[in-house]
C-alpha cells in the first residue's frame, strides 16, 4: 500500500481517501476526551503514524480501519489523560479547555501557511460548549473515556471495553459514574436565542462600565476563572456577582482600548477581548435562570492560536 502523498509519484493509494476521511472523526473525539486541539491534532498525527508504520498485509487484514484508527485515537488519549493530571499539577494557574470558534470564523495558524480544511475542524454541538468540558475534567481518565465513547459516539460497551481494558459490566459503571456528575452542574436550560441577548447585555453593560447593569446579569453566586497558563496577568478566580462586576470594569480601566465582540465560542454565545485587533482573550458562558453562573475567560495565548487576526 502506498503511503506518500508527494505531488509527481504517481496515483495516490485508492485506499488513502478512505483512511484520511476518518480525521475529522478522530480530531472529534481527541478533543472532547483531552480539551485541547493541539494535543488532540498530535493524537491523530500519532493514530496515522501507526497505521503507516504496518506492512501493506498488516492493514489489509484490518477489516475496519477507521475502527482500528478510533480504538488507537482512544487508547493514545486515555495514556495522555493518566499523565495530564501530573502535568496540570504543574500547570501555572488554573486550566480551562482551549476554546474553539465556530467554523465561519475560524482562522487557520499552521506554520505552513496553508489554509485549514473544513473537514479538520471539530464538530460544535451541546458535547463541545465549555460547560461540557470542565465538567468532564472532573471525571476519571476511564470515566471520560467510557462516557464520550458511549453517550456521544454511540459505542458499545463490548466496544469501550477493548479499548479501555475492563469488562463491558465495568465501562457500563464507568459511563453511569460520569453521567451524574452531569446534572449535577447544570440549572435550568437557556434558549439559544436567550443566551445569545445575555451575553449581548453584558457586552453591553461591561462597554458602558454599568456596574448595576452588570450585577443584575450575574448570578449572586456567580464565579469567574481566567486561564493564563502563566504567560500573562489576570486575577485569581472570584466569586460573586459584585467582585466580578468590579474586576471587569476596573480590566478597562486599565486597558480603555479593549475592543469587545460577540462570537460563538465553543458553540454558545462567547465574547472576544481584543487589544490593538490582537485576540488577548475568549470568553465562554454558563448560563442558568436567565443569569450568568460561570465565566471563563482563557488568556493563555498558547490556547488561542484559531483565534488569532493575520
Known amino acids: 500500500m502506498r503511503t506518500s502523498t508527494e505531488p509527481g509519484e504517481g496515483p495516490l493509494d485508492p485506499g488513502l481517501d478512505a483512511i484520511m476521511s476518518e480525521r475529522r472523526q478522530l480530531l472529534n473525539l481527541a478533543y472532547r476526551l483531552l480539551g485541547s486541539l493541539a494535543d488532540a491534532e498530535d493524537v491523530v498525527q500519532e493514530a496515522y503514524t501507526r497505521w503507516y508504520a504496518m506492512s501493506a498485509k498488516q492493514q489489509e487484514a484490518i477489516a475496519s480501519p477507521g475502527g482500528w484508527l478510533m480504538k488507537v485515537a482512544s487508547r ?46 471539530v464538530t460544535l454541538d451541546e458535547s463541545i460548549n465549555m460547560a461540557f468540558l470542565v465538567v468532564l475534567e472532573s471525571m476519571t481518565p476511564a470515566e471520560r473515556v467510557a462516557f464520550i465513547l458511549h453517550d ?13 481494558g475492563r ?33 449581548r447585555d453584558f457586552k453591553q453593560a461591561w462597554e458602558a462600565k454599568d456596574i448595576e447593569a452588570l450585577i443584575g446579569l450575574l448570578d449572586p453566586d456567580a464565579t469567574g476563572i481566567a486561564d493564563t497558563g502563566g504567560l500573562v496577568n489576570a486575577a485569581a478566580p472570584t466569586a460573586g456577582s459584585e467582585h466580578i462586576a468590579r474586576h471587569l470594569i476596573g480590566i478597562l480601566g486599565m486597558a480603555p482600548d479593549l475592543t469587545l465582540l460577540e462570537r460563538t465560542v465553543n458553540g454558545q454565545p462567547g465574547l472576544v477581548v481584543q487589544q490593538g485587533s490582537v485576540t488577548v482573550t475568549v470568553m465562554a458562558f454558563d448560563i442558568a435562570d436567565d443569569r450568568i453562573t460561570r ?16
Do not use: M
Not at 456521544?152 to 479501555?164: G, K, L, P, Q
Not at 465495568?170 to 436565542?193: E, K, M, N, V
Open 76 to 121: 493514545i488519549c486515555l495514556d495522555q489523560l493518566r499523565s495530564a493530571r501530573v502535568r496540570r499539577e504543574n500547570y501555572v494557574g488554573e486550566w480551562i479547555p482551549e476554546p474553539l470558534p465556530d467554523r465561519t470564523e475560524w482562522i487557520d495558524v499552521r506554520p505552513s501557511g496553508s489554509t485549514a480544511d473544513p473537514a479538520d475542524r
Open 152 to 164: 456521544v459516539f454511540r459505542y458499545s460497551f463490548a466496544e469501550v471495553a477493548d479499548i479501555v
Open 167 to 199: 469488562t463491558p459490566a465495568a465501562c457500563r459503571q464507568l459511563a453511569s459514574s460520569a453521567r451524574r456528575r452531569i446534572p449535577a452542574s447544570h440549572g435550568s436550560p437557556t434558549p439559544a436565542d436567550r443566551r445569545a441577548a445575555i451575553v
Open 295 to 310: 465565566c471563563w475567560a482563557v488568556r493563555n495565548p498558547e490556547k488561542l492560536g484559531p483565534w488569532r487576526t493575520r
